[in-house]
């Protein structure tokens, strides 16, 4: 019996989404399993890391990594697997483009650790104790990952054959990625394996989407109700649909919830963000300056809004704190 194709999948700095988004194959996962081999699944199985460290290197078809790089240990796991690899997969938003994670390169490292072990409201430290990456104690030494300055995307580390978006991405996704390894039939190197038109396109309201939009003020959800058969954009919700990569199924929208962006951009965005921001400011129904910010307050987070999922990923990165 000829062996299996290996498999291994791993987490790095994610919320666990994408992992239940492969468990979200539901019967599918059985056709998985019984074609593929799969030597490491920290979150399912109990494999070790030194026993795919002992396997050659080349031997593992396709490693899909999850969760954007912000330890050494994440960076240290993803350069294993590279070299493990044949092929390497950035599986969802985190890895593809930094994601929610990836808010943080608004912050200083010190920053961010200051609030979390002292300034947090729900924080009694008054000791200001923070975790050390290496502490002895009574002859036993704990040790912990030490932490970059910054988030990166998977291909700011390594090299990397292709991606799959979505925060999680679809399970159908997955599986259409599983079925093209196991046939060898796979597209170019750099490919996003997802359709390559915006969500508008697969979205049930886009005949009620106006062709020139003026804005007067911006809505959010909990303020406002939406009118589920009309366009959310054309109503001054921010539904990122033109910016953003269809693939889900229109899944937030169908749910009269606004886009927020996922999927990432097509191949013809280089930076959604930059993209979704400057159709917005054409459309701004006002003139003078003071007006103009009465509408922008409806816009309190721009960067939580524009780059939520990827601002490592984009032109701008991260915000240099001198
Ligand atoms: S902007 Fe949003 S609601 Fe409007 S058509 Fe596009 S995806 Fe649908
Ligand atoms: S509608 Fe937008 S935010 Fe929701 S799953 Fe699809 S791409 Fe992601």
Request: charged share 25%; with cysteine; aromatic share 6%.
């Amino acid at each position: 019996m000829s062996e299996k194709p290996k498999i291994a999948l791993y987490w790095c700095a994610s919320c666990g989404g994408c992992e239940e988004s492969v468990v979200d194959l539901a019967e599918d996962i059985l056709f998985v399993v019984d074609n593929v081999d799969i030597v490491l699944w920290p979150v399912g199985l109990d494999f070790k890391k030194k026993d795919v460290e002992a396997m050659p290197d080349g031997s593992i078809v396709a490693s899909l990594i999850n969760g954007a790089i912000r330890t050494t240990e994440q960076e240290e796991m993803a350069r294993m697997l590279r070299r493990k690899s044949q092929v390497v997969i950035a599986y969802g938003a985190c890895a593809q483009l930094g994601g929610i994670p990836g808010l943080a390169n608004q912050f200083s490292l010190e920053t961010i650790l200051k609030f979390v072990y002292e300034e947090a409201p729900s924080v009694v430290n008054e000791l200001k104790t923070r975790p050390l990456e290496r502490f002895k104690d009574n002859g036993r030494t704990t040790e912990l990952p030490g932490l970059w300055n910054v988030v990166r995307t998977l291909d700011q580390v390594i090299d990397v054959e292709y991606y799959i978006p979505g925060c999680p991405p679809s399970p159908k996704l997955l599986k259409e990625a599983v079925l093209a390894l196991l046939s060898g039939h796979l597209p170019p190197v750099g490919t996003v394996l997802a359709p390559d038109i915006a969500l508008c396109e697969e979205c049930s309201k886009k005949d009620t989407k106006p062709t020139d939009l003026k804005f007067e003020s911006f809505k959010r959800t909990h303020l406002w109700e939406v009118d589920p058969e009309k366009c959310l954009l054309s109503q001054g919700f921010l539904c990122m649909g033109p910016a953003t990569r269809s693939g889900c199924g229109a899944l937030c929208v169908e749910g009269n919830m606004p886009c927020t962006g996922c999927y990432g951009p097509t191949s013809r965005v280089r930076d959604q963000g930059a993209k979704f921001l400057s159709s917005i400011s054409s459309s701004i129904g006002a003139d003078s300056v003071e007006d103009i910010d009465k509408i922008l307050v409806g816009i309190p987070d721009p960067v939580g809004t524009f780059y939520r999922y990827g601002l490592p990923g984009s032109m701008l990165k991260r915000k240099v704190v001198l």
